[in-house]
């Protein structure tokens, strides 16, 4: 099964990322996206990443300059950015990386279902939904897998890849090759809720918020505690922030719904309040913190 075109749908804080590594992988990639300023923020972010990392390898005196400007241009250029789901039609691969939405994904899914080649494989980028559903809805299902990215998909390592009854070994297998291809580290999953990573770490984000809510502790002393005392790159409440306060809470309320009587899954009040108002973290510019761009002021 050889993927030679990879298909993106969503080019956010997640989508632009998996665009990226697929281009520095060496496959053509188109990134479809709703509206023309979300799909120019994309490809701005790309540009920025490519440009830092670039700067990285001069730095580290694994490229010339010359070479790394080349190297970005040419990654750059496998790149192509799109409004039209039509786009997709001759993908080998499509990933999913738009809002956590069940409904919403599923409704992308059976469009897809209705234009994608018959050899395509379909992934979705999910934080906590079921792959199954979606594969369903595809009307595709032993085509479906989940590939489960982790922010910032340049830098985190890991990929989690998730395989339904339903997943034909051979997708599988074509899945797991792609997340190596593109320099990640597979891990597989069955179709469990939040896969592994998040059916840890949700629960933790959430604690760490219930934390701060009873004034148990400040933020700031929260997130030191954690990166201090266990070693953590950063905080709970940081991270909250990182994630985005919206896709933690959707991912809590679907798995509230689900499974009510699973005491790990709790929706803090706090995380409702800030997204009612609007702080979505570090894509909105405040969260539990304030944020310029990537960087927490
Ligand atoms: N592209 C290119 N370069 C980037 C970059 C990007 N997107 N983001 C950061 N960098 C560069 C920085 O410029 C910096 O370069 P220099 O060394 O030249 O200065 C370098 O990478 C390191 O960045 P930082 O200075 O910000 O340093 P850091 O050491 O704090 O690392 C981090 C940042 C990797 C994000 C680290 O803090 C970390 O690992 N945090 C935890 C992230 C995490 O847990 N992610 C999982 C979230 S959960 C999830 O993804 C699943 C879900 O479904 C919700
Ligand atoms: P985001 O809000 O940053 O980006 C979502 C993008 O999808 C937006 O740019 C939006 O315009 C676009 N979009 C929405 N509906 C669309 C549609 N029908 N067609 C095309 N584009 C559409 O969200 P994100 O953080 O990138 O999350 C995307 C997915 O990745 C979610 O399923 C999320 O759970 C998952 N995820 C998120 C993280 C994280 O840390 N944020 C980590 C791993 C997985």
Redesign the pocket.
Same mark, same amino acid.
């Given at each position: 099964m050889t993927i030679q075109k990879v298909g993106v749908?969503?080019?956010?804080?997640?989508?632009h990322g998996i665009v990226q590594v697929a281009a520095q992988g060496g496959f053509q990639v188109v990134a479809?996206?709703?509206?023309q300023r #979300?799909l120019d923020a994309?490809l701005a972010r790309i540009d920025k990443s490519l440009a830092k990392l670039g700067e990285k390898l001069v730095k580290d005196g694994k490229a010339s300059a010359e070479d790394a400007q080349k190297n970005a241009q040419q990654t750059r250029a496998r790149i192509q950015g799109s409004l039209e789901r039509r786009s997709l039609a001759d993908c080998d691969l499509i990933i999913e990386?738009?809002?956590?939405d069940l409904p919403?994904k599923e409704k992308?899914f059976a469009e897809l279902g209705g234009l994608a080649k018959s050899t395509a494989i379909f992934a979705s980028?999910?934080?906590?939904f079921p792959i199954s559903e979606m594969g369903r809805a595809s009307g595709r299902p032993a085509r479906m897998v989940g590939l489960? #990215?982790?922010?910032p998909v340049q830098l985190m390592k890991l990929v989690e890849v998730v395989r339904t009854d339903a997943t034909d070994p051979a997708v599988f297998a074509a899945a797991k090759a792609f997340g190596e291809a593109v320099g990640k580290k597979p891990v597989a999953c069955k179709d469990t809720p939040g896969f592994v990573v998040n059916r840890l770490l949700v629960p933790y984000m959430g604690q760490a918020l219930e934390m701060l809510e009873r004034g148990d502790a400040s933020a700031e002393d929260i997130d030191t505690a954690m990166k201090y005392g266990c070693g953590y790159p950063m905080g709970p409440i940081e991270l909250t922030d990182?994630?985005?306060l919206?896709?933690t809470l959707?991912?809590l309320r679907g798995w509230v719904k689900r499974f009510p009587n699973e005491p790990a899954f709790k929706i803090p009040a706090v995380l409702e309040r800030k997204v009612k108002e609007g702080k979505l973290g570090r894509?909105s510019g405040e969260g539990f913190y304030k944020w310029e761009g990537d960087k927490r002021l």
């Open positions: 749908i969503g080019c956010g804080l997640m989508g479809v996206e709703t509206e #979300f994309g990386a738009i809002v956590e919403t992308l980028n999910t934080s906590s489960h #990215f982790f922010n990182y994630v985005g919206d896709t959707f991912i894509k």
